[in-house]
């Protein structure tokens, strides 16, 4: 079966330009989400119905508006099935705004003042123009009916039954949340539903780069109509903008926003759609005017040119960047190990404004080979070597090592990067920093690679064994990943210290490396959790592609001393980050922990 890409939802309105769409690169329909559908939404719909029915009681004030807007191209009656699947909400709490447009046939027209006519809660909003600024108009309208929610519905797409109870549901607990979105999926002409996607919580990174907020979005109304207003956003048309324009206006703050994780959506695919190709979101996002759209809505950032920095190598030339970086690097000094390391930053990095910063922390006496280097190396006025010889026996503490460093670094972003990194791509520097340009960065990590090119370390995942574990490792570095997230700039709940950038001042803000309690294991893990507690993000971006040799410096885990400190060490992290590791925020519960490879459906 051949996988169409559908037209998102707007109105019978020019679009500006071609929103970002998330499903491509994906393989055939998994045979898992037939029996996740049957075991899902039977069992688990019985109690979760018992459950809203009680919040209907709760809440008999609250309302929600869905937009639908009738495009003039489609047949007569294609919507029926989207209207009627609104008007079989088990919650009645809604009400229902159909935008017609001039050229509707008269057939449909009559069609629809019946249905408005037989039912109060559906109102008529009839001969909209084509060059009508309709957000205006909406927010007009939506605040006259004074519902609590609005949201978008497509003219051929379906909601699920329970998604009235479910939106308001989350208001009853929260009202101060401003937004609500659902996991969606696809559904054909005879109700056959493929390819789901379940979402992560807030991901501002992602946003930008996919829209994976994507169609069923509730904007509380009277910050709807705040939106609204602004005269730009008229001339935008089209509901990503809203999302964006929303998101900034919060700050990007993830307790503003609510993900219910269930299948709320139904995107139909239709004849008119068309086949994806894996060139579709890259096209989009590189469209000229996605950029100007991108640079109008977020001028706070230059997000053209973190695109151009990213993902081009003849724009990386032309970066100016004026932060100063400190890049920090504990070694035990091994010639064979940390000499390409050295070698391949200083002879192929693109980037002026560094300092590298070696810490030689070992045990053992150096070889003249290793000394020759060092004292070589340290002509360069960017470099300057420290010595740590420890007495034996004295186990090594990577957190006290880089805490040292940090402390010594004159750098605005300090760049952790383990001893068994090489150097490919002379511009790894510049997308680094660059990508600090996205919102409310706080740590920036990069897609680490095997030598033989596959995939080391593509961010983390909480949860894994009851604690953490890398993403797509042992994948091709040029796979889609899950709904093409792989090759995406994207937030994740941690990265690893084998390349790990971070804001000086807020390194040592959080307390840096926690060198007591993990000297070795699980400290980046924990930095990045300081971080997010802290209100920033997390970003994993893909276009920074560092070849990594994995724990030489310090060994594998496995002596008997060694796997008991890791077991204690996990006792610890679990017990102090228990509830980003129950519930990882960057990804979803309807997804399995079994495997960090395969973003596969728990069935």
């Not at 996919?210 to 509730?218: H, P, R, T």
């Amino acid at each position: 079966m051949e996988l169409r890409k559908t037209r998102r939802m707007s109105l019978s309105v020019p679009k500006t330009f071609n929103a970002p769409h998330q499903y491509e690169q994906l393989s055939n329909p998994d045979s898992r989400y037939s029996s996740w559908v049957e075991q899902h939404e039977t069992i688990h719909r019985l109690r979760d119905e018992r459950l809203l029915g009680a919040s209907r009681l709760e809440k008999q004030h609250a309302f929600i508006t869905y937009v639908v807007v009738i495009r003039s191209a489609r047949e007569h009656l294609a919507y029926k099935s989207s209207i009627e699947s609104i008007k079989s909400q088990a919650n009645s709490r809604w009400r229902l705004v159909l935008v017609l447009p001039r050229d509707i046939s008269t057939e449909d027209r009559i069609y629809l003042k019946t249905l408005s006519k037989r039912d109060h809660r559906i109102l008529l909003v009839t001969d909209v123009a084509s060059d009508l600024p309709y957000p205006s108009l909406l927010a007009l309208v939506c605040n006259e009916l004074a519902s609590d929610f609005v949201a978008f519905v497509d003219d051929q797409d379906e909601l699920d039954t329970l998604a009235t109870d479910y939106l308001l549901a989350q208001y009853t607990r929260d009202e101060t949340i401003q937004m609500i979105y659902s996991d969606e999926d696809l559904i054909d002409d005879y109700g056959e539903r493929s390819y789901p996607y379940f979402k992560p919580e807030l991901s501002p990174a992602l946003e930008i780069e996919q829209d994976y907020i994507g169609n069923l979005c509730a904007f509380k109304t009277s910050t709807f109509v705040e939106l609204c207003s602004n005269d730009m956003l008229s001339l935008i048309q089209h509901p990503w903008a809203l999302k964006l324009s929303f998101l900034k206006q919060i700050d990007w703050q993830r307790n503003r926003t609510r993900r219910i994780p269930e299948i709320l959506y139904h995107q139909r695919i239709t004849d008119a759609s068309v086949p994806i190709s894996d060139n579709i979101r890259k096209n989009a996002t590189n469209n000229e005017s996605v950029r100007q759209l991108l640079k109008v809505l977020l001028p706070d950032f230059n997000y053209e040119s973190i695109v151009s920095w990213c993902r081009d190598k003849e724009q990386g030339q032309k970066c100016s960047i004026s932060c100063f970086v400190s890049i920090l690097i504990s070694t035990s000094g091994r010639y064979e190990i940390i000499e390409p390391c050295l070698t391949s930053i200083l002879e192929l990095t693109i980037f002026d404004n560094f300092e590298v910063i070696v810490r030689i922390d070992t045990s053992e006496a150096l070889t003249a080979q290793t000394i020759a280097f060092l004292n070589h190396v340290a002509e360069d006025q960017r470099v300057n070597v420290h010595y740590h010889f420890r007495p034996r026996g004295v186990p090594f503490n990577y957190a006290a090592a880089n805490n040292q460093m940090a402390k010594s670094a004159t750098g605005d972003i300090l760049v952790l990067l383990n001893d068994d990194i090489k150097i490919t791509d002379p511009y790894w520097l510049v997308r680094l920093v660059a990508t600090f340009g996205l919102p409310k960065t706080g740590i920036v990590g990069a897609l680490l690679l095997y030598p033989d090119g596959t995939v080391q370390h593509g961010g983390a995942l909480l949860g894994v064994d009851g604690l953490v574990a890398n993403v797509y490792t042992l994948r091709d570095c040029h796979d889609a990943g899950y709904h093409g997230q792989m090759q995406m700039i994207r937030n994740v709940s941690a990265v690893i210290g084998a390349c790990l950038a971070i804001h000086r001042e807020l390194f040592l803000e959080v307390g840096g490396l926690d060198e007591e309690h993990f000297p070795n294991a699980f400290n980046d893990t924990d930095l990045c959790l300081k971080v997010l507690d802290n209100g920033y993000y997390i970003v994993q971006n893909p276009y920074i592609r560092i070849i990594h040799l994995e724990s030489i410096t310090r060994g594998l885990d496995n002596t008997s001393y060694k796997v008991w400190r890791f077991q204690r060490d996990g006792k610890l992290f679990r017990a102090r980050w228990f509830e980003y590791i129950d519930a990882d925020p960057f990804y979803n519960p309807n997804l399995s922990l079994r495997h960090s490879n395969e973003y596969e459906i728990e069935c």
